[in-house]
């Protein structure tokens, strides 16, 4: 008798044999699975890329293209997918090779159903805990990202919000500020709260590299696709499989290289440089930039199909002069890591006349220029205590900040004036009814009106 799973697995059966598939689907069915069966290894191949499968059981040899070619496919799709394999006892050399590539186990037929569904239900249980113990082990040593993005202010409160609510949503985001204000670990935070925390992480500045050196360095390159290109290379988009591709500086991205980005971001596969076929990738895309892009488009400088494809999702971070209630949290999480790096430095604290500069400062470099500024300090200041001679001058002599007020001044007997009003229209014309609102006697409102 096959004891029943706890958990439903969904798996793809692979066999030419009509009469082998079916008895196995109905025998994997009865112990709990959800069974995709197939007999040509072409409609398999094909049900890999477009739908998500826990397990793969395949015959070796079918016409076509084979077990060993399905194998393939599915380890570079999903490496953590158990594949077991089926072979005649006269193709066993073929299935132990097929173990060197990555298959959990074989079964020379015949075999029975309750022998599949052992070692299928043990490779799914060691597949499961290996997946577990990874997250376990990047929750012991990193902590939560996401509780590492410093902030209270209101700003920073919604930013951190969308990112929990997003991060398990298989979108593209853009994230969107100024630099130094924190892109990189907002992206890192969307791929560590989500579903994708186990897979790869795969960072590439956009304005760091020119065009042809960047589109080799995203898409891969075969042997010999350009001068110098003595061997084949994986490319990043590649290596993020299964993870997060995040795209930093995507507003610098030469326009050729945005339309093939837009073919990976729709399609979900991508063509080395010099090579002939595409290969399938499951990548999350983040992006961030500095840039005005909607203004980039006008210009013809970013293709406005590529925005509309990466802008599902947006998070806009805001500048350092914006969030200045942080400040405190921040100099001090600076504080703390500065003095860890430098441990002989007898910094301990800001006296209130340096807060005060701090605070008037504008900040162009954001939360970026905040840390080098108390690493600096901590490195340099003679004494424990830091004054505003010990800033740096362009932030000892910041002058005081005024405040901004972008709408119209009006006098306040002119606001309860106009509000008097308002309220009067609202009420149709009734004087005691609208004084009883406003809180206010019948003469009052009277006067307000006049």
């Known amino acids: 008798m096959i004891e029943p799973r706890a958990r439903r697995s969904r798996v793809l059966v692979v066999d030419d044999d009509h009469a082998l598939v079916e008895t196995i689907s109905d025998g994997l069915a009865d112990a709990g699975y959800e069974v995709v069966r197939s007999t040509a290894s072409r409609e398999a191949a094909a049900a890999l890329q477009k739908e998500h499968f826990d397990a793969l059981v395949t015959d070796l040899r079918m016409p076509g293209s084979g077990g060993m070619e399905l194998l393939a496919l599915s380890r570079r799709l999903a490496p953590e997918r158990p594949v077991v394999v089926m072979t005649a006892f006269s193709a066993v050399d073929t299935a132990i090779e097929s173990i060197r590539q990555g298959a959990y186990h074989y079964l020379t037929k015949p075999f029975t159903v309750a022998e599949l569904a052992l070692f299928l239900g043990r490779a799914l249980d060691e ?35 969308l990112v929990s609510r997003v991060a398990d949503a298989d979108v593209p985001v853009l994230v969107l500020g100024e630099t130094g204000t924190g892109k990189g670990l907002i992206a890192r935070a969307l791929h560590s709260e989500g579903r994708r925390a186990s897979g790869p992480f795969v ?28 061997s084949s ?18 507003g610098e991205m030469a326009i050729g290289l945005q339309a093939k980005l837009l073919h990976i971001v729709e399609q979900n596969v991508v063509r080395a440089v010099g090579a002939n076929k595409e290969i399938p990738v499951d990548v999350r895309f983040v992006a961030a930039t500095h840039r005005d892009l909607p203004a980039r488009v006008a210009a013809r400088e970013f293709r406005e199909d590529l925005l509309f494809r990466l802008d599902v999702v947006s998070l806009e971070i805001p500048p350092l002069r914006h969030r200045l209630s942080d400040l405190p949290q921040l100099i001090e999480h600076f504080l703390d890591r500065a003095r860890q790096k430098h441990p002989r430095s007898g910094v301990a604290r800001f006296l209130p006349d340096a807060m005060a500069r701090l605070v008037d400062y504008g900040w162009p470099g954001n939360v970026r220029e905040l840390e080098n500024v108390v690493e600096r300090i901590v490195l340099l200041a003679p004494s424990p205590a830091i004054s505003a001679a010990d800033l740096p001058p362009a932030i000892a002599a910041a002058k005081p900040r005024e405040l901004e007020f972008s709408g119209p001044v009006l006098p306040l007997a002119e606001v309860s004036r106009r509000y008097a009003a308002w309220a009067f229209e609202q009420l149709e014309g009734r004087r005691m009814l609208t004084a009883e609102k406003l809180g206010v006697d019948r003469k009052t409102l009277v006067k307000l009106l006049a």
């Open 203 to 230: 960072t590439v500045n956009c304005a760091a590299l020119p065009e042809h050196l960047l589109e080799s360095e995203l898409f891969g390159h075969v042997r010999g696709a350009f001068t110098g290109a003595m």
């Open 233 to 250: 290379r994986r490319g990043l988009i590649e290596e993020a499989h299964g993870g997060t591709l995040f795209l930093d500086e995507i």
């Open 127 to 161: 597949a499961e805990l290996r997946r577990e113990t990874r997250t376990l082990r990047r929750a012991l040593r990193d902590g939560s990202v996401l509780d590492n993005v410093i902030g209270r202010s209101g700003g920073m409160r919604e930013v951190c919000s």
